[in-house]
């Protein structure tokens, strides 16, 4: 046996963190991992379990600040360079205040910075100069109309909307129902349209939604690794209008 070993080792990129606080129920890790530069790596954890269909009380109980507070620090070991709270509904349900308030609960829990899934919305829909917007969504009304309220406080005018109506099981919608529903949401006078739900899979979709509308189509997981990604100085791996925008040049961008 020799007694020295020779073997040609290339090291592997410095790897940079992103941590993610996702819903118990959340179930497209690789669809977010698909976004990630190849040194990116993620830092999941999930929120509690609980037995309430999605509706608006389910979204409520997604933000408990103290359940919030606990998940970012599971992700803050291997030093995320931000943490992201990867929810749609979790983060407008209770308005600008309450997504607010959700970004400084992981703040003072210890992430360096901090975004939410509806915050990186409303910074991409500014970003692109967008104000008259088209939702799809997964959710029954009551939900909708909480995202409607959230966008309208920030300037946002909802010209229209679509659900699913469903109560669970999200992460099971096909791209063939998601085409359908972004036909039946989108409207001439809407500058782009949003498909909420991080649990609504749309990354091969996009590029192609783009083209047949002629507008931005932003996504909910699309926008929370853009946000997150941004804020570190990196870009998102993907097609789309808004990931064709290398503004991000300072880390730590809103």
Not at 126 to 143: D, M, N, Q
């Amino acid at each position: 046996m020799p007694t020295e070993l020779s073997v040609g080792l290339t090291e592997p990129d410095h790897q940079q963190g992103i941590g993610v606080v996702a819903p118990f129920d959340f179930a497209l890790d690789r669809e977010l991992w698909r976004w990630a530069p190849e040194d990116v790596s993620l830092y999941l954890t999930r929120l509690p379990f609980f037995t309430t269909p999605v509706t608006v009380e389910m979204a409520v109980a997604c933000g408990d600040r103290r359940a919030v507070r606990r998940a970012t620090r599971d992700v803050l070991t291997p030093e995320p360079g931000v943490v992201i709270y990867a929810c749609t509904s979790g983060s407008f349900v209770e308005g600008a205040a309450g997504e607010e308030v959700l970004r400084r609960t992981m703040e003072d829990a210890g992430a360096p910075v901090a975004r939410t899934t509806s915050g990186a919305l409303i910074s991409a829909l500014k970003l692109l100069g967008v104000s008259r917007l088209a939702i799809a969504t997964p959710y029954v009304e009551p939900v909708t109309r909480r995202l409607v309220g959230y966008l309208a406080e920030h300037g946002i005018s909802t010209v229209s909307s679509e659900g699913l109506g469903l109560l669970g099981n999200i992460w099971r919608v096909k791209y063939s129902e998601v085409v359908e529903i972004v036909r039946a949401a989108d409207n001439p006078a809407a500058e782009a349209l949003f498909i909420s739900c991080t649990n609504v899979p749309t990354y091969d979709l996009i590029e192609p939604l783009e083209q047949a509308l002629g507008k931005p189509v932003l996504t909910a997981n699309q926008v929370t690794m853009w946000a997150a990604l941004r804020a570190m100085g990196r870009d998102a791996v993907g097609g789309g209008s808004l990931l064709a925008n290398h503004d991000h040049l300072t880390p730590g961008a809103a």
